[in-house]
């Protein structure tokens, strides 16, 4: 063999050599389709009569965008009873899985008893991450006269309260526990 196809043959080996290490052994590319997201919603009142019903306004906000993500709504009702329907008149059922199909929308809890009440909403990703609000609800007694007029100062509709302190919000992460 002449020199000239000893050092072609080299160089071909060391680009070969250099083209396998360089390259990488996994074909997929690593997607990232987890974004941390949470449920902010304007204040709802906290007392309603039997057969009153109370707006929940809700925005769905999430910290990035992946095309895939697809969320859900489920709520559990441990104390008194009522009904929960979504903005297009859909009445939910406790504990069934419904489909979010927009980022704001509106869910009105109808009382359906004089005692005090509460509903516990968890909005789901298809990544497993969940995102939890409870609401509490008391009988409006119209002989229990604490002299409150109903203002907080701020947002006021008359005969309705909006106070702050009315939802609870705490995202819900698996394995770890909440502080208290």
Do not use: W
Not at 32 to 60: K, N
Request: one cysteine or more; charged letters at 30%; proline letters at 6%.
């Amino acid at each position: 063999m002449n020199m000239k196809k000893i050092h072609f043959l080299i160089a071909l080996c060391g680009c070969i050599f250099a083209a396998l290490s360089l390259s990488s052994c996994e074909d997929d590319i690593d997607v990232d389709g987890t974004y941390p997201f949470m449920v902010e919603t304007m204040p709802v009142p906290t007392r309603l009569a039997q057969g009153e019903t109370a707006e929940i306004r809700c925005q769905l906000k999430r910290e990035g965008r992946f095309s895939d993500a697809r969320y859900t709504v489920r709520y559990f009702q441990p104390d008194g009873r009522g009904t929960l329907r979504m903005d297009d008149g859909m009445v939910l059922r406790p504990n069934d899985r419904y489909p979010l199909d927009r980022e704001v929308f509106r869910l009105y809890y109808t009382s359906e008893c004089a005692d005090q009440q509460r509903i516990d909403l968890y909005f789901e990703d298809n990544d497993d991450q969940m995102f939890m609000l409870t609401f509490s609800f008391n009988n409006e007694n119209k002989d229990d006269d604490d002299g409150d007029s109903g203002d907080d100062g701020g947002g006021f509709i008359p005969g309705i309260r909006f106070p702050v302190d009315s939802i609870i919000v705490r995202p819900v992460v698996p394995g770890v526990e909440p502080k208290k």
